[in-house]
């Protein structure tokens, strides 16, 4: 939370990618000395603000009491629509204070005085007796209905993107440079492009719970003006986010996977499975296209700073539409052989595997329908050029944050960066639910272990899917089409989650106690599918845990090294590149497509 004065967000509070806050019911409330009562003098509304950059002075602001109500309400004016921003004021006795939230954070203003200064209450009034719905928060992108005043509903409403980015996909022989261009959304821009909101058949529009954050809105849409005849009478969705500014765009990664998919011929039949991306668009918070307030604030700290991006797609389905067995072996084979293909031809991994992201469609193309599983939201996925088997550098220097601290110490923003990513995965170990590394309930095991947090490898993406398609089995209702929870899983303390599903892999009896919830008709995918894939988990959660030790032996044979040539060293070297050999060779994309061949529907 932000004062305009002196304060800031802590940095143990940094924001940790959540799409799923929760608040913490029992925190302890802690009692604020009484402000100062002396009234300050009336300020012109023409005055400068403080030529400060916030989020970088000292000491975080403790919401209290009344304040922690009024975020909560801020909080869930932002959970519900399409909003950019909320905003409120606090009358305590004679002090009003107002309130503004966006996915950068909180800025609560000083106190006034609503009698001896009047004129800003006056202004209060009149700003929410003819503030308009955009003044208001709601998405500056989405246009009311010609005569429409106040918003009612999004039904009809116009969704105007100024500036987009195409990407049907380019020749296969595209000159290196025009690949580039393509991959950065540089090779063009049309005009802009109108999307009408279509809330029909029970079409809604799905907000991601919480403040801080990604924020991600899900709005379906039809195609209007500038959007092609090609997308005329397709059901589409826009997503809009607010990342990071300094994360990769998902749209680029989108046109990396699907530009190389394509060019790859035997991972072109596999593009169907890849989320298809129509139209992104982009900008800064403080961008002139969305008029946010932040434009007529301080600079925030280029840490916390986020950006404005839109992309546009086809509607898929969520997992619990399947309607059988063989429809849910079917998606999760599409999109396993679909992830595996974007690894072989662009080293690119999801990292996020989850339930929410493993999605279908159901094509009725030829004489019998089908699902097809696609594979979405690629926000944060990340290059991985290796497999993990190779001992190199980072070895060491993750037994020593403060060596490669030192490592990368430096004014270039690429020495920044990595320096900051170490940084924020060290701030999100801990944390509950989301990070920029997974979905607890659905992580592999390795990276819910205590101590450093290892690279994400293919390997661990391969683990998720297993993870979501247990979870499945045993939460889904087929008769109503929904899901619960397995409350272990969804623990807001990381190391319990791991803790749980290793005892699922290695104890009978829990694994029993859990599947006793599975739907009869789901029983013959538990005992063929998932009993040889827990097999094969349950050994490579072995070998991972002799890796970690061999790597202890690694890091002391460095300790007590009498040179670079130490045969000491170089033994432990060996030891280590075959212990992570092994552990690869156990989780494996042909393993997952053999124990999904058990199953014959």
């Not at 989020?55 to 009491?65: D, M, S, V």
């Not at 916390?304 to 389905?317: A, I, S």
């Not at 399947?322 to 031809?345: C, R």
């Amino acid at each position: 939370a932000y004062r305009i004065s002196k304060k800031r967000l802590g940095p143990d509070d940094d924001d940790d990618d959540d799409d799923d806050a929760t608040y913490e019911p029992n925190r302890k409330k802690t009692r604020r000395t009484k402000r100062d009562s002396t009234v300050p003098a009336v300020q012109s509304t023409s005055s400068a603000l403080p030529p400060a950059t916030w989020g970088e002075e000292e000491g975080p602001a403790e919401l209290t009491g009344n304040e922690l109500q009024m975020s909560k309400y801020l909080n869930d004016m932002l959970s519900h629509g399409a909003r950019t921003f909320a905003s409120g004021f606090l009358l305590q006795e004679c002090g009003m204070t107002l309130w503004y939230a966006d996915r950068m954070g909180l800025v609560v203003s000083e106190s006034f005085d609503i009698f001896m200064q009047s004129p800003l209450f006056l202004l209060v009034v009149a700003a929410h007796h003819y503030g308009q719905p955009h003044e208001f928060g709601l998405n500056p992108l989405i246009s009311l209905p010609d005569g429409t005043p106040h918003l009612l509903t999004y039904e009809n409403t116009i969704l105007r993107l100024p500036a987009t980015i195409p990407a049907t996909l380019p020749p296969i022989d595209i000159s290196p440079d025009a690949a580039s261009a393509f991959d950065e959304g540089a090779a063009e821009v049309v005009q802009p492009v109108e999307l009408r909101v279509d809330l029909s058949d029970g079409r809604q529009i799905l907000t991601a719970y919480g403040t801080i954050g990604r924020g991600t809105s899900v709005i379906p849409v039809v195609a209007g003006a500038g959007a092609g005849a090609h997308l005329d009478g397709q059901r589409l969705v826009a997503k809009i986010a607010c990342p990071h500014e300094i994360r990769a765009a998902e749209d680029r990664f989108i046109r990396i996977i699907r530009r190389k998919m394509n060019a790859d011929n035997h991972a072109r039949q596999y593009l169907k499975n890849i989320v298809d991306l129509k139209y992104s668009f982009s900008c800064k918070m403080d961008d002139e296209h969305i008029e946010l307030p932040r434009r007529k604030m301080p600079a925030v700290a280029d840490a916390l700073r986020r950006c404005f991006r839109v992309l546009v797609m086809p509607e898929y389905l969520l997992l619990e539409r399947i309607n059988s067995p063989a429809e849910l072996k079917q998606v999760f084979v599409d999109t396993i052989t679909g992830h595996h293909w974007v690894y072989k031809t662009s080293s690119i991994l999801h990292r996020d595997i989850s339930h929410g992201n493993i999605m279908f469609y159901r094509d009725r193309s030829g004489a019998v329908e089908k699902v097809v599983g696609v594979l979405t939201d690629w926000d944060l996925a990340g290059e991985q050029q290796d497999d993990g088997t190779q001992v190199k550098e980072s070895d060491r220097e993750a037994e020593n944050p403060d060596a490669a601290s030192m490592r990368h110490r430096g004014g270039s923003d690429e020495a920044w960066s990595v320096k900051e990513d170490m940084v924020e995965e060290a701030r999100k170990r801990h944390k509950a639910g989301y990070y920029r590394t997974g979905t607890g309930p659905f992580m592999a095991c390795d990276l819910l272990r205590l101590g450093p947090t290892p690279r994400h490898l293919y390997r661990h993406d391969l683990e998720s899917f297993f993870w979501v398609f247990v979870w499945f089995c045993i939460v889904f209702n087929p008769i109503e089409h929904t899901v619960s929870i397995i409350p272990a899983w969804h623990s807001s303390n990381l190391l319990n989650v791991g803790s749980a599903k290793v005892l699922f892999l290695t104890d009978t009896l829990e694994y029993n106690r859990l599947f006793a919830r599975t739907h009869a008709d789901y029983r013959p995918v538990v005992d063929t599918c998932i009993y040889r894939l827990r097999f094969g988990l349950w050994g490579a959660w072995k070998a991972s845990t002799n890796e970690r030790e061999v790597k202890e032996q690694y890091i002391l044979a460095l300790k007590h090294a009498t040179g670079p040539e130490d045969d000491f060293v170089i033994d432990a070297s060996t030891r280590l590149t075959l212990a992570r050999t092994a552990v690869r060779d156990l989780v494996t994309y042909d393993h997952f497509m053999k124990a999904f061949a058990t199953f014959l529907a």
